[in-house]
């Protein structure tokens, strides 16, 4: 099987670039094929350096700038869902609905966990900007990093 990744950088306020996400996930949507990564840039001296030693060898996973994912079912069957890796070190539902991004009506709570993120699985035909709309803050609000303003979206197809 092969896969294919392009990239589309953009900032949430350039409706052009946005819409070219939209676009894509749409796309991806009809097809059932592939998924989205989503990342906001952080500025370089702001991210941590590279483990060393014995943390080099066996690194663990770090998302101090979160990485969000949103990937339709395979198949008509499956639900389309939506994830987000952080290093909050705790359960972010409540305090993202704290912050007013409460997972919208009618989406389900999969998966709440410290380390390995959320995980929602969403109703058949929600709106790729509805998705956005919900995960750009979501990832902004969980950055323990500053931000640029800039955001990279990982286009991945199966075939």
């Not at 949103?70 to 069957?77: L, N, S």
């Not at 969403?122 to 919900?134: D, E, F, I, K, S």
């Amino acid at each position: 099987m092969t896969r294919h990744v392009d990239q589309i950088e953009f900032q949430a306020d350039h409706l052009e670039a946005v819409l070219a996400v939209l676009a894509v996930m749409a796309d991806l949507a009809n097809r059932r094929d592939g998924w989205v990564n989503l990342q906001p840039a952080v500025p370089e001296e702001d991210l941590p350096p590279p483990p060393s030693g014995f943390g080099a060898l066996f690194p663990s996973p770090s998302f101090d700038v979160p990485l969000g994912t949103w990937m339709p079912g395979r198949d008509a069957e499956a639900p389309d869902s939506v994830g987000l890796q952080h290093a909050a070190q705790r359960k972010v539902a409540g305090p993202l609905a704290g912050l007013e991004l409460t997972i919208p009506e009618g989406w389900v709570l999969r998966q709440d966990h410290p380390r390995r993120g959320l995980v929602i699985d969403l109703p058949p035909g929600t709106p790729p900007a509805a998705v956005l709309g919900w995960l750009i803050p979501a990832a902004t609000a969980l950055c323990l990093l500053p931000l640029t303003g800039d955001w990279r979206a990982l286009v991945h197809r199966r075939s």
